[in-house]
């Protein structure tokens, strides 16, 4: 955090301090905007929505016409639940930067999280369709958790499979294939699944881990490991809703 606080101290100081071209001016509004931007995304994951927004105008005072600001600035947006004006800057970034396949794809979870899944899917099939897309597994689980909210297990699969096939070790695959394997009845397939997703997670499991672990083993008639996770479930998480479903046999 230092190091880019300093870094946009320079930035800054080097475009007051210099006579430059139209160019130059330019380019150091750009990185400018570059730098703030990334600022605001730091505290976008610290929850400090106030101070992240602080930094997009910053952004776009060096560079009015920055995308990845815009794109940013909705998604801080999105979780004020400020819709309206997180989908204008959804628009307005991808109106700059069509190619974008992060704006395609954060775009395209906004969509799904509103209930707009059918939407979101024509988003994350544009972000795929960029081959220097680098992470193609990103939009292929969201994908696949949408076209699954849709009720298309045919389609979720298909998604989930191909960001395995793009990302083996993908957690977030992994974990959406146990799911929906369980939804299925494949119980063992289930469980093939989420043994792969525990293998990748280095830290504790969530509730709805150990919950989805919990169904997974009884339907599979392992008791003595069902109660293992169900000992954990209610040791780590004993006010989490998953708790209480399992507590009162749902």
Known sequence: MRWATLLAVLVLTACASQPASRSDASGRGTASARVHTELAALYYERGQFGVALEEIDLALNGYAEY??????????????????????????????????????????????????????????????????????EKALVNAGICARRMGDGKSAEDFLQRALMASPRSPEALVALAELNFEKGDWAGAKSYFMKYEQTVPDALSAANLWLAVRIERKLGRNGASEEYAQRLRRLYPDARETQLMLYGR
């Open 67 to 136: 995308a990845p600001a815009f794109t940013m600035r909705a998604l801080i947006r999105m979780a004020l639940r400020e819709d309206a004006e997180a989908e204008s800057d959804f628009v307005r970034s991808l109106k700059l930067d069509p190619a974008s396949s992060e704006a395609h794809n954060n775009y395209g979870w906004f969509l799904c999280q509103r209930g707009r899944e059918k939407e979101s899917l024509v988003e994350f099939t544009a972000a795929l369709k960029n081959p220097l897309y680098q992470t193609p």
